[in-house]
């Protein structure tokens, strides 16, 4: 089975600063990686996945996420966010030769002015 | 393009009542899933489709909860009855396929609907 842990609920941030959302995941199998953000009153949208190669993963809005196997982590981070950046997001994985995705309980970004 | 449809948006029942949401995926796409967002948490998936076929749904408490994707296109999902737990978001997603048996594709989500319980 396995699990993701967002070990952010919260992060308040000002405009311009960088971020870092955390996310670690737990599988007993290889296990493919995603970041999706929702915004307030929309759907989830995939902001980027690792399905394998590059451990460095760039996705839209300037996001970009790291794949660390042995820290069982896959971070996500920008260098400079902006007030549009506000919104909830969740990493999520699913297992390689499997069908299920299973998402974090997900980390509520707040950039302020 | 399409994203996909969900509806209705809002929905507001007693328990024990009955509801029922549809979802309509955006054109093309084979897999279908239906997610359950308990406020606070990350979405669960309920069920997932591959055309009108179930490829998994171990976590739909099936003496409630029911789905249907009957022509491989257009799903709903019941709820009979109701129950206070039940209240969440709905989300319906869908994805072009399932490649070798495996969720590698984007999942394309709408906008969902919200449930209220009372």
């Known amino acids: 089975a396995q699990s993701v842990t967002q070990l952010d609920s919260q992060v308040p941030v000002f405009e311009e600063a960088p971020v870092e959302l955390r996310c670690n995941y737990s599988?007993?199998?290889?296990?493919?990686l995603f970041w999706y953000v929702q915004y307030p009153n929309q759907g989830l949208q995939l902001l980027l996945k690792?399905?394998?190669?590059?451990?460095l993963v760039k996705g839209i809005n300037g996001f970009e996420a790291e794949f660390n196997k042995s820290q069982t982590s896959f971070h996500l981070r920008k260098p400079s966010v902006h007030i549009s950046d506000t919104a909830e997001y969740f990493c999520?994985?699913?297992?390689?030769?499997?069908?299920?995705?299973?998402f974090g309980a997900g980390t509520r970004l707040f950039v302020k002015a | 393009e399409a994203g996909v449809a969900q509806s209705p948006r809002y929905k507001i029942i007693e328990k024990r009542q009955s509801v029922a949401f549809w979802c309509n995926p955006i054109?093309?796409?084979?897999?279908l899933y239906w997610y359950q967002q308990i406020l606070g948490q990350g979405p669960k998936l309920l069920i997932q489709?591959?055309?009108?076929?179930?490829?998994?749904d171990s976590q739909l408490p099936k003496d409630r909860f029911s789905a249907e994707r009957l022509k491989g296109v257009d799903s709903t999902l019941k709820i009979q009855p109701a129950k206070l737990e039940d209240s969440a978001v709905y989300l319906c997603?869908?994805?072009?396929?399932?490649?070798?048996?495996?969720?590698?594709?984007?999942?394309?989500f709408g906008p969902g609907t919200r449930l209220t319980v009372l």
């Open positions: 054109s093309g796409h084979a897999t």
């Open positions: 489709f591959q055309n009108n076929g179930v490829v998994d």
């Open positions: 599988s007993s199998v290889s296990v493919y």
């Open positions: 690792y399905l394998s190669g590059s451990t």
């Open positions: 997603a869908s994805s072009l396929a399932i490649l070798a048996g495996e969720n590698t594709d984007t999942q394309y």
């Open positions: 999520a994985v699913s297992p390689t030769g499997g069908f299920k995705t299973i």
